[in-house]
């Protein structure tokens, strides 16, 4: 079943035009059109889909997933092709966002401006990483509903820009949300855990879960990691506890989702938090 999804959803159901005589096919698509927002597509089986002219993998049930970045253009090309070869274009409108500017004071200076040393290991954290965003495989486990993984105020929003001990860096990736330290993180989606590293040094205890179609989700500052890799896991499976680890101020958890290498805003999954 696909989830509910906040914020201003697409939804469309389609008759291609020039099909055959008694022939009707249907295109749907459902999730925010905006900045940091994800769409799932649902087609007829058998579909063949490129987004902007890049193929993607669609699931034998013809789903599909189209992200847009934090700073993605105003409009975004799907085109479908189905078994009797009629071609479907979509022309995705996408509205623009404005950004905060977050000020961050008092982290360590050493995890500001790393020596050359950490920059190393901050390297090697990156490359991890990026290997977990690289991963196509072919689960759809995103079907299933998000949520929120902690409970607590969002005191970081995505796509911020951050200013660092006073030095601009890149804008923020993800939501943070601040919880008493222990408190218990769970699994946002189904999905299988594809790292779970102790002591990355931005990030500190991390978990990643890959949701499938590049999709994959990312817990960061862990104080205590509770699954380990290629475990497969439920939405809402602990997964770790809220902590203080890598580059923070203070406990909280922050929770990052990506289709490959596009940052996506992981609120827009799940709407407002819950009191």
């Known amino acids: 079943m696909i989830g509910r999804w906040a914020g201003t959803a697409a939804a469309a159901v389609l008759i291609v035009a020039g099909a055959p005589p008694g022939a009707a096919h249907e295109l749907s698509l ?5 900045q940091g927002g994800l769409v799932i597509g649902r087609g007829d089986a058998g579909i063949a889909v490129t987004v902007d002219g890049r193929a993607v993998r669609v699931s034998p049930e013809g789903l599909f997933l189209v992200g847009f970045g934090r700073d993605a253009p105003p409009t975004v090309e799907v085109r479908v092709r189905y078994r009797d070869g009629v071609t479907t274009v979509r022309v995705l409108h996408v509205a623009r966002r404005t950004y905060q500017v977050q000020r961050i004071d008092g982290l360590p200076p050493r995890t500001v401006t790393p020596t050359p040393e950490d920059l190393e290991r901050i390297r090697l954290d990156g490359a991890a990483i990026a290997a977990v965003r690289a991963r196509d495989s072919s689960r759809a486990d995103f079907a299933s509903r998000f949520q929120w993984p902690v409970r607590g105020r969002v005191s970081g929003v995505f796509g911020s820009q951050r200013i660092l001990n006073g030095k601009p860096r890149h804008p923020h ?70 902590g203080a680890s890598g580059r923070v101020t203070g406990p909280h958890l922050h929770w990052g989702v990506s289709l490959f290498d596009t940052r996506l805003d992981p609120a827009l999954l799940v709407g407002p938090m819950a009191e």
Do not use: C, K
């Open 30 to 34: 459902e999730g925010p059109l905006t």
């Open 173 to 242: 990736g993800g939501v943070d949300v601040v919880a008493p330290p222990g408190t218990p993180v769970a699994a946002s989606a189904d999905g299988v855990v594809v790292l779970a590293h102790p002591d990355m040094f931005l990030t500190g205890r991390t978990v990643m879960i890959d949701h499938g179609h590049g999709l994959a989700s990312v817990y960061a500052h862990m104080s205590e990691i509770l699954v380990t890799q290629g475990q497969r896991v439920a939405r809402g499976t602990p997964i770790g506890r809220v």
